[in-house]
């Protein structure tokens, strides 16, 4: 499929980051383009200076619900300027987003246009986003939560490297915790109250409340990373102010909520001030459910076998679960994600292809 190739390529070269916003534009304005015809309705929609757009085969967009949605995001996270130029070799092509998830962005934009030159008229819509790398609240979010788009199930190829298919997405809490103190000279700390110190004893009880010790070899279960921790102004003065911000990962029977009122307790302990950044329930989709059947055996039928993962990464899939809405998540061949040398199998890309094509057409 030489024009996959030639998508992927041309879409590898927008510097589609989250501080570009002019990029971002181009590269919605490029999707809208490549997808205009006259079988497929897209409507465009800009939140915060972060454009989206849905392709569908409705004729008007007051009808926002959806036997699938197919979710896909075009931004990608900061790269040299040499990785925005596709570069192709042994089958493979090597460029930021040419897994994650431009590569395959660009198979979802070839079927949903490939089926509008063949008059089809499927119940599915394609949404595409710019703000996944940075939360997804103007994005996935917006459209699902404030724009009223529902479907009765998704399709999101961010996750499942070579072609495992994600049913089971972990939980996910960002949270800043900001303490105050009070400064003295460093010679003599009796008489003031490091912020720093407050920071540490409050990761060190966060750890202590949030994880539990596990020897799962696949790791499912919770954990914590302090991302950043910025404090103090100079060596020798009692740290009068200390920020960290915290990563935390969880799975069932764990939820959100529980995960919120250890963080408020401990913060209200410290006297410091919480900020929640972002944040998902868990979630695991029903294999018995007729469109999670319909999806694994278009997999079965495409390559042969069936290989199950979970992710512990947060996708866009937690805005679909929560609302109700089953997901599954596959990926092509490819590596380095977010690296230096992030590529993509184009033989992989050509058989995702035939997977949602087949998909589409079994539940018709």
């Not at 075009?74 to 570069?87: C, G, K, N, S, T």
């Not at 800043?176 to 009070?182: C, I, L, N, P, R």
Request: glycine residues 8%; charged residues 30%.
């Amino acid at each position: 499929m030489d024009s996959l190739r030639s998508l992927l390529k041309t879409l590898i070269q927008f510097e589609s980051v989250a501080e570009r916003t002019d990029q971002l534009i181009a590269i919605i304005n490029y999707a809208e383009k490549y997808l205009e015809h006259p079988n497929l309705r897209i409507d465009r929609f800009l939140r915060n200076e972060k454009p989206s757009l849905v392709a569908s085969f409705k004729k008007s967009n007051r009808d926002r619900h959806f036997k699938v949605i197919f979710a896909g995001h075009l931004d990608v996270v900061p790269a040299d300027m040499e990785q925005f130029i596709a570069r192709e070799e042994d089958g493979k092509i090597y460029g930021r987003g040419a897994l994650d998830m431009k590569g395959p962005c660009a198979v979802m934009m070839k079927l949903f246009k490939d089926l509008a030159e063949e008059g089809s008229e499927y119940d599915i819509a394609l949404m595409l986003t710019t703000d996944e790398e940075i939360g997804s609240q103007n994005g996935v979010r917006y459209l699902l939560e404030e724009e009223g788009y529902s479907s009765d199930f998704a399709v999101i190829p961010d996750s499942g490297e070579n072609f495992h298919i994600i049913t089971d997405e972990k939980g996910a809490l960002h949270f800043a915790v900001e303490f105050s103190g009070k400064p003295a000279h460093g010679s003599m700390p009796w008489l003031g109250e490091s912020a720093i110190e407050k920071a540490i004893a409050f990761y060190g009880e966060a750890r202590a409340s949030l994880l539990y010790d596990s020897d799962d070899p696949e790791h499912w279960h919770n954990t914590l990373t302090l991302g950043r921790f910025v404090g103090g102004n100079k060596v020798n003065q009692v740290p009068p102010n200390a920020r960290i911000e915290l990563d935390f990962r969880f799975v069932p029977p764990y939820t959100l909520e529980e995960a919120k009122s250890v963080v408020r307790y401990l913060a209200k302990k410290y006297g410091a001030k919480v900020e929640f950044l972002s944040d998902g329930e868990p979630f695991s989709t029903d294999l018995e459910h007729p469109i999670s059947k319909a999806f694994i055996e278009s997999v079965r039928e495409v390559l042969g076998e069936v290989r199950f993962g979970k992710t512990h990464g947060a996708t866009d899939g937690r805005f679909f679960a929560k609302k109700g809405i089953p997901v599954m998540m596959i990926y092509p061949e490819g590596g380095d994600i977010h690296g230096s040398n992030e590529w993509v199998s184009i033989p992989s890309l050509e058989k995702l292809y035939r997977i949602f094509r087949t998909f589409v057409e079994r539940v018709g």
